[in-house]
């Protein structure tokens, strides 16, 4: 039996999901090749790039009003410096909720001024700051939605003049937003929709070539776009489980659906935290994140009797970032109600045996 997989990322996978990529290792299209030994610039990869950028095109609701998507290599890490390189001239404003946006600013900080509008950094990031002023003169406002470590998630999006740009690593389709609203949106594959190796980026085409430096061809947005996403041997393995995510997300009924089904496993869970006397949550309740659920025990000297029970529950990848400690129960779309279940089931059982 496979275990319940609450790993934040490399993070757990549909199961069909696996079995045909499996399957594509080994004889891709019955061609009798494998899917990671053709030329990526065979038709069977090039209809499988294609498919995987219109299907997160279709999923956020961006076809046909001047966005791109594209697979690029790097993580979300050299979307910190790529997101700069082409849209910083002179100053951008950036709000700081957790590690991930602080090594963005880092990056960023290398091309222009920055202004940090805002930043949770004085309670340890365990919530997301309100109400901050975005100078009307940026050049672009930079946020991230969700935080993985921390488990903070914002739930709304300031309205603004400058162009909206967006990490959405850990919960990109996993709930329904306006995301016309955003100019720039980019997210590691691997926190909820793919293995590592690639990186999605969706780009409203317009907000391209206005910056007055040069920018080297591999972290030119534009030049990708050009290539169709193919200006250099992409990831093939990780596009292909990404294109096998994302049609598995549209045939189940889209992120209008998997949203309902996130919002149950978030509540089945935060409820048992804060119904438990020997559990307590991490984070601010308003800001609390669907994906990551972080948690603490009341008393530390009962974690050996938890570690136990959750692991012979099979349950997996259960503990805190190694910066912070703790728990952390990862839900990202394709972990089912029935694994958050099994993790509520050992919080009783500790409370029984405490």
Same mark, same amino acid.
């Given at each position: 039996?496979?275990?319940?997989?609450?790993?934040?990322?490399?993070?757990?996978?549909?199961?069909? %999901?696996?079995?045909?990529?499996? &399957?594509?290792?080994? @004889?891709?299209?019955? #061609?009798?090749?494998?899917?990671?030994? +053709?030329?990526?610039?065979?038709?069977?990869?090039?209809?499988?790039?294609?498919?995987?950028?219109?299907?997160?095109?279709?999923?956020?609701?961006?076809?046909?009003?001047?966005?791109?998507?594209?697979?690029?290599?790097?993580?979300?890490? /050299?979307?910190?410096?790529?997101?700069?390189?082409?849209?910083?001239?002179?100053?951008?404003?950036?709000?700081?909720? *957790?590690?991930?946006?602080?090594?963005?600013?880092?990056?960023?900080?290398?091309?222009? &001024?920055?202004?940090? %509008?805002?930043?949770?950094?004085?309670?340890?990031?365990?919530?997301?700051?309100?109400?901050?002023? +975005?100078?009307?003169?940026? !050049?672009?406002?930079?946020?991230? =939605?969700?935080?993985?470590?921390?488990?903070?998630?914002?739930?709304?999006?300031?309205?603004? =003049?400058?162009?909206?740009?967006?990490?959405?690593?850990?919960? +990109?389709?996993?709930?329904?937003? #306006?995301? =016309?609203?955003?100019?720039?949106?980019?997210? *590691?594959?691997?926190?909820?929709?793919?293995?590592?190796?690639?990186?999605?980026?969706? %780009?409203?085409?317009?907000?391209?070539?206005?910056?007055?430096?040069?920018?080297?061809?591999?972290?030119?947005?534009?030049?990708?776009?050009?290539?169709?996403?193919?200006?250099?041997?992409?990831? $093939?393995?990780?596009?292909?489980?990404?294109?096998?995510?994302?049609?598995?997300?549209?045939?189940?009924?889209?992120? =209008?659906? +998997?949203?309902?089904?996130?919002?149950?496993?978030? /509540?089945?869970?935060?409820? &048992?935290?804060?119904?438990?006397?020997?559990?307590?949550?991490?984070?601010?309740?308003? !800001?609390?994140?669907?994906?990551?659920?972080?948690?603490?025990?009341?008393?530390?000297?009962?974690?050996?009797?938890? !570690? /136990?029970?959750?692991?012979?529950?099979?349950?997996?990848?259960?503990?805190?970032?190694?910066?912070? *400690?703790?728990?952390?129960?990862?839900?990202? @779309?394709?972990?089912?109600?029935?694994?958050?279940?099994?993790? $509520?089931?050992?919080?009783? &059982?500790?409370?029984?045996?405490?």
């Amino acid at each position: 039996m496979k275990k319940h997989n609450f790993s934040a990322g490399p993070c757990i996978l549909p199961e069909e %999901v696996l079995q045909r990529a499996s &399957e594509a290792v080994i @004889n891709f299209n019955d #061609d009798n090749l494998s899917l990671i030994e +053709i030329s990526h610039r065979s038709k069977p990869f090039v209809d499988v790039i294609e498919k995987a950028r219109a299907l997160a095109l279709e999923l956020l609701g961006l076809e046909n009003k001047g966005y791109e998507a594209l697979f690029l290599h790097g993580g979300a890490s /050299t979307q910190f410096l790529m997101t700069a390189y082409n849209l910083l001239n002179k100053k951008a404003a950036y709000l700081n909720t *957790g590690t991930w946006s602080s090594k963005a600013i880092k990056e960023a900080s290398l091309f222009g &001024e920055l202004i940090e %509008v805002a930043s949770s950094k004085d309670k340890n990031f365990n919530y997301i700051p309100k109400n901050f002023d +975005i100078p009307n003169d940026v !050049d672009y406002f930079h946020c991230t =939605s969700n935080n993985t470590i921390y488990g903070t998630q914002m739930k709304s999006f300031p309205e603004t =003049s400058a162009p909206l740009i967006c990490d959405m690593s850990s919960d +990109i389709f996993s709930r329904q937003l #306006d995301f =016309s609203k955003f100019d720039l949106i980019y997210a *590691g594959a691997q926190k909820n929709m793919g293995p590592a190796g690639a990186t999605l980026v969706v %780009v409203k085409k317009d907000i391209l070539g206005k910056v007055e430096r040069s920018i080297p061809s591999m972290l030119n947005y534009q030049i990708h776009i050009e290539k169709d996403s193919m200006f250099n041997t992409p990831s $093939v393995f990780a596009v292909y489980v990404s294109m096998l995510t994302l049609q598995w997300l549209k045939d189940l009924g889209g992120i =209008s659906f +998997i949203e309902k089904v996130n919002e149950k496993k978030s /509540t089945l869970l935060y409820s &048992e935290i804060d119904r438990n006397p020997l559990f307590k949550g991490v984070v601010s309740k308003e !800001d609390r994140s669907h994906m990551n659920a972080t948690f603490t025990l009341e008393n530390d000297s009962l974690a050996k009797k938890f !570690d /136990t029970l959750w692991q012979e529950a099979n349950i997996n990848g259960l503990h805190g970032h190694r910066s912070v *400690g703790g728990y952390r129960a990862s839900m990202y @779309n394709a972990l089912p109600l029935y694994s958050v279940q099994a993790l $509520v089931d050992v919080m009783q &059982e500790l409370e029984r045996q405490a």
